[in-house]
């Protein structure tokens, strides 16, 4: 399995905070992924990316930011958290966007209160 | 964008029990993968199957991509096989990233 640390696991945090969640990886994979899973939605991509500062807007982005400054690191950041963003994250990575087989992290665990 | 439907949605079995979950998709994929969320959350890779049968174990799959569906076989069921699997797929025209499906919840009653 590919090593994939989402950091943290589990928050609690009040609305209109600020809040970033890691995403490391260890396999040199070239595309990361953010993901919400919501009962009813299934999972579904807020934003991707395809390199070292290249990220780009998945299905559901609004309120939400990316970085990567390095290969191994992606960084999801809720500028000013709601309640509706109370979810569970995943990140994935894959080595391309092609015919590749995509690898998911633990998950984080956030509530908005 | 592809659409990727799941069916059945619930699945209630007895430990021993085999099944069959069937996953559709409305558009020619280059990814197909299964996995399995555990009762934790966590999703576990199954199989990467844009084609063609694969077996590890008591699961099985089979993608056929001219008929635009997968199926996963669960052979002599056990308790510890219970949560949610999902299909997800994805496209030429996407960025690599998954559809989702719904999900079939299955549960194993000993």
């Known amino acids: 399995d590919a090593g994939i640390t989402q950091s943290p696991r589990h928050k609690v945090t009040e609305t209109g905070t600020p809040v970033t969640l890691r995403c490391h990886q260890t396999?040199?994979?070239?595309?990361m992924y953010w993901y919400r899973q919501d009962p009813g939605h299934g999972l579904r991509l807020i934003h991707y990316?395809?390199?070292?500062?290249?990220?780009d807007k998945g299905e559901v982005s609004d309120g939400y930011s990316v970085s990567r400054s390095k290969t191994e690191d992606f960084l999801l950041t809720l500028e000013s958290a709601t309640s509706s963003q109370t979810s569970v994250y995943f990140c994935?990575?894959?080595?391309?966007?092609?015919?590749?087989?995509?690898?998911f992290g633990q998950g984080t665990r956030l509530t908005v209160v | 964008g592809i659409q990727v439907e799941q069916s059945p949605p619930d699945l209630i079995l007895q430990e021993g029990a085999n099944s069959t979950l069937r996953c559709n998709f409305s558009?020619?994929?280059?990814?197909l993968q299964w996995f399995h969320q555990n009762p934790w959350g966590q999703l576990i890779n199954l199989f990467y199957?844009?084609?063609g049968t694969k077996q590890n174990g008591r699961l099985s799959a089979t993608t056929v991509a001219t008929e635009r569906y997968s199926l996963l076989y669960i052979s002599s069921s056990q308790t510890t096989d219970s949560g949610v699997y999902f299909c997800?797929?994805?496209?030429?025209?996407?960025?690599?990233?998954?559809?989702f499906g719904k999900g079939t919840k299955l549960s194993v009653k000993p």
């Open positions: 994935a990575t894959a080595r391309d966007r092609g015919n590749t087989e995509a690898f």
């Open positions: 997800a797929a994805n496209y030429g025209g996407s960025q690599g990233n998954l559809i």
């Open positions: 558009d020619s994929v280059n990814n």
């Open positions: 199957i844009p084609s």
């Open positions: 990316s395809y390199g070292v500062k290249d990220t």
């Open positions: 396999e040199n994979h070239r595309y």
